[in-house]
């Protein structure tokens, strides 16, 4: 496509030190008051907030740009279709795709998945294969495979954690065989923060032939990802996780893999032509991406992405890491205060439970004082049950928090174990 406005993202910023109060005036939410407190967010992992960036690329697309894409041949579908491929190719680069129709704009994580396990999956899955999954899923990358293992008759395999949260890689290479077709997991986990030796997976797995998915939504948020260097065969994040709307996610996959494979979902856009004999497929991405699209929803992941690239990724992931360690050390001597999850390598995720209070009492006391944090199982029950317990507590970090979130929320923790302790 002609006239793209192509972006790059650097790793880096401007290597200063962040200047977290400016970055905060770009958050009109941050401004908040709750229950008269001022609003200390800390569940970023659920989703993060967004910047004004954002916010003014989706009133400008509304105001200005919007118009249905693709066929259109009238002024403002030209210009909407454009920034909705110039996106395409900006997020592409981001990823370091080499092709950006390896990218299918998807909802987020879960219809990614549920893509590739409708798509792929039911094609080159067959009764008796295998698909390895890990201890720390979240549940959008285990029912998915669940559901297509009972209906093909294939089997899941489950590489285990120690008592840290982090995966027995030894145990990992004892699964796999010619018989495993899928290797699925996470990045960063949700519910602990391990961060996961994803290339190490990857290339275990290939070397047995299998492909492998990368669940990125709490990579992508915190450090650089690059599907080139990793090899996976498919990738998936999520927009709202990344400081971008919800509703809008990538999955990115190999270009033969996704010229191979069946469309997901038929309606207008994936066709090339229908007849009452039967239809042919558009070419990639469009085969996969049946109906009207979250048009405002990618250009505006763009815009997200564009806004924390240039503040760097890379600070980025040493404030938030300074965080953690902050916050760790700031929990450590309340009474009764477990980690959950304490891996040697991990992002952005403090969980924990509290002897003898419910994490839903703990995170209504803290919610008294306008602190918001997480409590439940997170979505990742099977790891609940492996950890013999129903829930944690969990505060996480993103790049607009800072030392005194960290200092309210821990003496908020004091409050409550004083209370309810
Ligand atoms: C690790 C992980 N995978 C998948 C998802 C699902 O993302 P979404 O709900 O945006 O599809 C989440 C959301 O919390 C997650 O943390």
Same mark, same amino acid.
């Given at each position: ?320 890491? /300074?965080?953690?360690? +902050? @916050?760790?050390? *700031? #929990? ?7 980690? =959950?999850?304490? $891996? ?45 317990? /129903?829930?944690?507590? +969990? @505060?996480?970090? *993103? #790049? ?7 200092? =309210?929320?821990? $003496? ?10």
């Amino acid at each position: 496509m002609s006239n793209i406005q192509e972006l790059t993202f650097p790793r880096s910023g401007n290597a200063q030190a962040l200047d977290i109060a400016k970055i905060r005036e770009e958050f009109p939410i941050l401004q908040l008051q709750v229950r008269g407190n001022p609003l200390v967010y800390l569940d970023n992992a659920a989703t993060t907030q967004k910047p004004l960036a954002v916010l003014d690329r989706i009133q400008r697309y509304y105001r200005e740009e919007n118009a249905n894409i693709h066929r259109g041949v009238h002024y403002l579908s030209e210009v909407a279709t454009r920034h909705y491929e110039e996106a395409r190719v900006n997020i592409a680069r981001f990823l370091g795709a080499r092709h950006s129709h390896e990218l299918i704009f998807v909802r987020g994580c879960t219809e990614g998945i549920n893509l590739v396990a409708s798509s792929w999956g039911k094609q080159n899955i067959k009764a008796g294969d295998e698909i390895i999954l890990s201890a720390l899923e979240h549940h959008s990358n285990i029912v998915p495979w669940q559901i297509l293992a009972e209906e093909k008759g294939a089997i899941i395999k489950v590489i285990p954690i120690n008592d840290a949260g982090e995966l027995l890689i030894d145990e990992y290479e004892k699964l796999l065989s010619e018989r495993t077709k899928l290797v699925s997991v996470l990045h960063v986990s949700n519910a602990l923060g391990t961060v996961n030796p994803v290339k190490q997976i990857i290339d275990l797995a290939h070397a047995y032939g299998a492909k492998v998915l990368i669940d990125g939504a709490q990579s992508t948020p915190h450090f650089p990802v690059d599907v080139q260097e990793l090899d996976c065969d498919f990738f998936v994040f999520s927009g709202h996780k990344i400081y971008g709307p919800t509703g809008i996610g990538i999955l990115y996959g190999k270009e033969e893999l996704l010229l191979a494979a069946p469309p997901y979902q038929g309606g207008g856009d994936m066709i090339s032509r229908v007849s009452w004999e039967g239809s042919s497929w558009n070419v990639l991405p469009y085969k996969f991406e049946a109906g009207t699209p979250h048009i405002e929803g990618s250009i505006a992941l763009t815009e997200a992405i564009r806004w924390f690239s240039e503040i760097g990724l890379e600070q980025i992931a040493a404030h938030e890491g /300074a965080l953690l360690e +902050r @916050a760790t050390e *700031a #929990v450590a001597d309340i009474p009764g205060l477990r980690l =959950v999850g304490t $891996a040697r390598n991990k992002a952005s995720v403090l969980s924990f439970v509290l002897e003898g209070i419910h994490p839903n009492d703990i995170g209504a006391l803290l919610d008294a004082n306008g602190i918001a944090i997480r409590t439940g199982h997170h979505c990742a029950q099977p790891l609940m049950d492996r950890l013999n317990i /129903a829930a944690t507590a +969990r @505060a996480s970090f *993103a #790049v607009y928090n800072t030392e005194e979130d960290v200092d =309210v929320f821990a $003496a908020g923790l004091r409050r409550v174990q004083s209370i309810l302790g």
